[in-house]
């Protein structure tokens, strides 16, 4: 963009309101061109399209479909806010929503209604202040490249000169240096043992072009000869590693360049072998530096596929599969890996490549040298990184030291990021994007720990965004209870939107195991083992409330002639007969069935049915009845059911019992099902006979 006025700038204004809009465009309209948004999503659209031209964007906050903070996070996303400034223009002033414009990249702030001297002026500043920057960065950026350029010039030279003399091609040198290139991103991609970044891959594939600058000193009658070499040739032939280290180490000057110490590394040791039978120093394994080992398979795998004095070329295939068999050395198996992951793309450069810098080079160069630029000239000072990373240590250290899973959780993009310390006790990665479709993710929580906190996240509210719950974590491989404490991220817009959540998670399995034995002491029997009667309670009407229409059965029983057992066999043999019992019910019924003991010799029996109730009454009822050691265990029940009516337990309680006393009046030893009848017969409550009854046969159901 020309600062002479002939072409003008281009501002993006995004704003729901046409009123809005229209004013700001009267405003500017005559200075600048004016492109209009009237939502966040169009604002984005208009960004793909035309980011490269558009020198300001004035961004309103609260827009229908894409708010502007959403727009904010896109820029960022796409890194279109490194080069676009943004100034936000909202009636929201207060503090968090100033704060988190900033936090998002944005540069200044325009509260509405709109002065237009101060819109003016601002815009103004703005546009002016990041046309200098660009042109300060471009002029900072052609001098970096150009000496980029020189220094690869001038490698390439002598690269060329070793290569010309050596008799063969010097593409051979273009070659190592696109084989060197894709075999170290690849090796970046599948591990971090060697701790390499892009500024090692620049400097080693760079220097690669050095590796065989020794084969200066060699006679030519040696090099270029198109027969086997004598051994004594071969032994001068294998001098070149240490002449080309030697002439690399007698420099006078940058003996402490880092690109000069990768060109020795790979200089002296491109021809050792993994298995330590190479050449000169015989290293073994990693001994070698992986500069080296790198450019040595480069160089073997480019001998293979071209042409030379004593051989032909074999095709990529061959070339690969006698690499594999070890014909041609031995080399780290990760980076025969590597060879064989990216063998596509090494042949379809290497078809491709042309000597000197193609235009996409240059492209690529002037990207990173403006990147560098960016992030080093013109982005925070060094003062406000060490304080970054001294909160950041801080914050590990202090995670650790708790012992706590600390974790932050965000919806857009889905990201799971968990501290150092969790994720090494948990065996997982610090970082997770799409978590929810992240399968290794969801077998190290566990389906109902992650649907537990996705269920909490999304109930929670603004002024409520606290939760908690507890969950089975793996911690070191053992499963540990842990308690869950969160804290939604709600924006503080006038409606608010869920961003996420932050959290940890404590180890609490020892107090859950006490807390479960208690729980356990408080709402179970301590002498059956069965529930309590408050605690069969709370349960039934649980059932009943989650499901109001459901079909239920309710069963009241107690042991015939319990007296006798106590008054005959003391109240030791008493309770191994109430025990007897509970176990037989226990037996007689599902684990979803609540079974409970009501105090004394009664019982009760909860269920939910499909089938025939009679059938199912009949058989839970035979199934209690037999003896324990010489004591017959009779027992006599009343039923009530709620056959979809929406009975409440109280009711189904009340109507059980009525069932029971009838079954008593009637003589024991039997099953009745509730019926309205009974009624009359509950209120009066006859005195229920004492007479022992012959319960030898199988009771009937009445």
């Given at each position: 963009m020309s600062e002479n006025g002939q072409n003008k700038y281009k501002v993006l204004i995004v704003d729901d309101s046409e009123m809005n809009r229209s004013i700001l465009s009267d405003i500017l309209g005559e200075e600048y061109e004016i492109i209009e948004a009237e939502d966040g999503e169009e604002a984005v659209t208009v960004l793909r399209k035309r980011n490269a031209e558009i020198s300001l964007v004035l961004l309103d906050i609260v827009m229908p479909k894409m708010d502007g903070f959403e727009v904010l996070v896109m820029m960022n996303k796409y890194q279109w806010i490194d080069d676009i400034p943004v100034i936000m223009i909202s009636a929201e002033s207060n503090s968090s929503s100033v704060e988190?414009?900033?936090?998002?990249?944005?540069?200044?702030?325009i509260s509405r209604p709109f002065d237009a001297v101060v819109v003016h002026r601002r815009v103004v500043n703005t546009i002016m202040l990041y046309a200098k920057q660009r042109k300060l960065v471009g002029m900072v950026t052609d001098q970096i490249y150009e000496k980029e350029k020189q220094s690869r010039l001038m490698i390439d030279i002598l690269s060329q000169i070793v290569e010309f003399r050596n008799g063969e091609s010097g593409m051979h040198v273009l070659h190592i240096h696109l084989i060197t290139e894709i075999l170290l991103k690849q090796l970046i991609?599948?591990?971090?043992?060697?701790h390499l970044n892009q500024e090692d891959i620049t400097l080693i594939t760079l220097a690669s072009a050095l590796h065989d600058v020794g084969k200066i000193a060699i006679p030519g009658e040696i090099l270029n000869k198109p027969g086997k070499l004598t051994r004594d040739e071969y032994k001068t032939m294998k001098t070149h590693p240490t002449m080309g280290a030697a002439m690399l180490d007698e420099l006078p000057f940058h003996q402490d360049e880092p690109l000069l110490r990768r060109a020795y590394e790979i200089c002296r040791w491109h021809h050792e072998r993994y298995d330590g039978r190479g050449y000169p120093d015989g290293l073994k394994g990693d001994e070698i530096p992986v500069s080296a080992q790198v450019v040595a398979l480069a160089d073997v795998y480019d001998a293979l596929v071209s042409e030379r004095v004593y051989k032909k070329a074999f095709s990529h295939e061959v070339a690969v599969e006698m690499i594999l068999d070890g014909e041609c050395g031995?080399?780290?198996?990760?980076l025969l890996e590597c060879l064989v992951e990216c063998a596509e793309k090494i042949q379809d450069s290497l078809e491709s490549a042309t000597f000197g810098a193609s235009v996409s080079e240059q492209r690529e160069?002037?990207?990173i040298t403006e990147?560098?630029?960016?992030?080093?000239?013109l982005s925070a000072s060094e003062r406000t990184l060490r304080l970054l990373e001294h909160e950041r240590t801080k914050y590990q250290f202090y995670a650790s030291m708790s012992q706590e899973i600390q974790f932050e959780y965000t919806i857009n993009p889905p990201t799971l990021t968990v501290s150092e310390w969790g994720a090494s006790v948990l065996g997982m990665k610090e970082i997770v994007m799409n978590p929810a479709q992240d399968a290794a993710l969801r077998e190290q929580l566990g389906e109902e720990l992650i649907d537990n906190f996705t269920e909490m996240l999304y109930s929670s509210k603004p002024k409520n965004p606290v939760f908690r719950f507890k969950g089975m974590l793996k911690v070191n491989g053992e499963a540990r209870w842990h308690q869950i404490i969160c804290q939604a991220l709600w924006?503080?817009?006038e409606t608010p939107q869920l961003r996420g959540a932050i959290g940890k998670a404590v180890d609490i399995h020892e107090e859950h195991m006490r807390w479960l034995h208690l729980e356990q002491s408080a709402s179970h029997d301590g002498l059956t083992g069965l529930l309590n009667h408050a605690s069969a309670e709370f349960i039934v009407k649980e059932r009943l409330r989650s499901n109001p229409r459901g079909r239920f059965a309710m069963f009241v029983l107690d042991l015939d002639f319990f007296k006798s057992a106590n008054d005959e066999h003391g109240h030791i043999f008493g309770d191994n007969v109430l025990k007897y019992l509970a176990a037989r019910i226990?037996?007689?019924v599902r684990d979803e069935d609540v079974a409970a003991r009501m105090g004394g010799d009664e019982f009760m029996i909860f269920i939910s049915y499909t089938t025939d109730l009679d059938m199912v009454v009949n058989r839970i009822y035979r199934s209690l009845l037999g003896y324990y050691e010489n004591f017959k265990i009779s027992v006599s029940m009343g039923v009530s059911m709620s056959n979809g009516e929406n009975l409440d337990y109280e009711t189904l309680f009340h109507r059980a019992d009525e069932a029971l006393y009838s079954v008593k009046v009637a003589g024991r030893g039997t099953y009745h099902f509730y019926d309205p009848s009974m009624e009359e017969m509950f209120a009066e409550r006859a005195p229920i006979p004492r007479t022992p009854v012959d319960n030898s046969e199988t009771p009937k159901n009445s």
């Open positions: 988190r414009a900033f936090d998002l990249g944005a540069i200044d702030f991609q599948k591990t971090g043992k060697y031995v080399f780290n198996p990760i160069i002037r990207k990147e560098m630029m960016r992030h080093e000239e924006t503080s817009e226990k037996e007689s």
